[in-house]
């Protein structure tokens, strides 16, 4: 795949944009974070999709100058996985949290990480959850299949919480053709 120089500068504008309103934000919409989740469907995904979807990940990371490790997963089944240089088991680590987190709430992790956050809870302390097994930080989105619902999960690591949910999005945003704020 190659990413044109509009593309890398589209998706470098995004993710200031979308960290930098994130991070500063006291509370993160959590009905703008559902939305994400709402639009960015499938009509269909096999491990072709995947593997593209994967891939669009690592080209966006590259084209920002960023590493990270990216998972798919589909019913369970490990369809990608890519580590960037320097990352390590840890970030492996991340991925099972992280996307546990998805398969047992069916949301984000960065939407539960906001959930807890705005009603004042502690999100490195989830009530009835090992937080060894669950990590409540972003960078882990429900796939969902329209007329199925969720089927997986796609997860980063590597960049701060806010920063990993929005490579995910870019990169299923571009995926699916979407454009426009989410």
């Not at 589209?10 to 703008?32: E, I, S, Y």
Request: positive net charge.
């Amino acid at each position: 795949m190659v990413i044109s120089i509009r593309q890398k500068c589209r998706f470098a504008l995004f993710l200031a944009l979308a960290v930098g309103g994130l991070a500063q934000a006291q509370t993160v919409d959590l009905a703008a974070l559902a939305r994400q989740e709402q639009v960015l469907q499938f009509d269909s995904f096999n491990s072709d999709t995947a593997l593209a979807l994967g891939n669009k990940v690592v080209e966006l990371a590259r084209a920002a100058n960023k590493k990270v490790a990216v998972n798919v997963t589909r019913d369970g089944l490990l369809l990608f996985y890519f580590g960037m240089e320097g990352m390590t088991a840890d970030h492996a680590n991340w991925i099972r949290r992280k996307s546990n987190l998805v398969n047992r709430t069916g949301h984000s992790s960065f939407y539960t990480h906001n959930e807890v956050k705005n009603s004042g809870g502690n999100f490195e302390a989830l009530p009835g959850l090992d937080m060894r097994d669950y990590a409540a930080h972003g960078g882990s989105f429900p796939l969902i299949l329209k007329g199925t619902g969720r089927i997986g999960t796609i997860t980063v690591t590597g960049l701060p919480g806010p920063e990993d949910h929005a490579m995910v999005i870019a990169a299923l945003k571009s995926y699916l053709k979407i454009d426009g704020e989410l």
